[in-house]
Antibody, heavy 121, light 106 residues
Framework: EVQLLDSGGGLVQTGGSLRLSCVASGFTFYNYAMAWVRQAPGKGLAWVSSISGSGGATFYADSVRGRFTISRDNSKNTLSLHMDSLRAEDTAVYYC??????????????WGQGALVTVSS | DIQMTQSPSSLSASVGDRITITCRASQGIIDYLAWYQQKPGKAPKSLIYDASTLQTGAPSRFSGSGSGTDFTLTVSGLQPEDFGTYYCQQYKNYPFTFGGGTKVEI
């Protein structure tokens, strides 16, 4: 069974930094691209960033490019999102998500439980 | 960016009803479309991918159709556990984009 366990959320001041982690199990981690998707309070879903299975290719939404860094450690089955220069509009639940098909960037078959990030002055 | 527009934004239906949610893409996405169900306080769950393929474990009362720019999600025989918000998502081009959601009340 695929499991994704998100952690690292919390309250941070405007301009601060935070690191989210997602520990994966139940599948061959390095074979799958992974992503972060967020959801602001009471709002819809928004894709944030993706990374290839090897970690060699990364993609970012315009709203976070230059401030967020996605990475992965395939030896530890762990996906990370390092967030710098945080703004109030980054307040959201952040979900780790696994792409459905090996080696591809298609739909999201599995999701973590989410980590709440609150940015406040 | 490809804009995804869902309608209606909310609906109320009874157990046993057949409901349909539509999703329109601002440009053609072939069949690179997924549908998700989300319940309050929970992560989304995959229902449909490639516009019409039922995700493993999703109930067969859910079905998807469409291609190009117009897509539909149909629930045939609505069940009490089907309440929640439904989202479409395109994966034809980055940035992957979601529809605004359709809240279903039983």
């Amino acid at each position: 069974e695929v499991q994704l366990l998100d952690s690292g959320g919390g309250l941070v001041q405007t301009g601060g930094s935070l690191r989210l982690s997602c520990v994966a199990s139940g599948f061959t981690f390095y074979n799958y691209a992974m992503a972060w998707v967020r959801q602001a309070p009471g709002k819809g879903l928004a894709w944030v960033s993706s990374i290839s299975g090897s970690g060699g290719a990364t993609f970012y939404a315009d709203s976070v490019r230059g401030r967020f860094t996605i990475s992965r450690d395939n030896s530890k089955n762990t996906l990370s999102l390092h967030m710098d220069s945080l703004r109030a509009e980054d307040t959201a639940v952040y979900y780790c998500a696994k792409y459905s098909r090996s080696g591809s960037y298609y739909d999201f078959a599995s999701w973590g439980q989410g980590a709440l990030v609150t940015v406040s002055s | 960016d490809i804009q995804m527009t869902q309608s209606p934004s909310s609906l109320s239906a009874s157990v046993g009803d057949r409901i349909t949610i539509t999703c329109r893409a601002s440009q053609g996405i072939i069949d690179y479309l997924a549908w998700y169900q989300q319940k309050p306080g929970k992560a989304p769950k995959s229902l449909i991918y490639d516009a019409s393929t039922l995700q493993t474990g999703a109930p067969s009362r859910f079905s998807g159709s469409g291609s190009g720019t117009d897509f539909t999600l149909t629930v045939s025989g609505l069940q009490p556990e089907d309440f929640g918000t439904y989202y479409c998502q395109q994966y034809k081009n980055y940035p992957f984009t979601f529809g605004g959601g359709t809240k279903v009340e039983i």
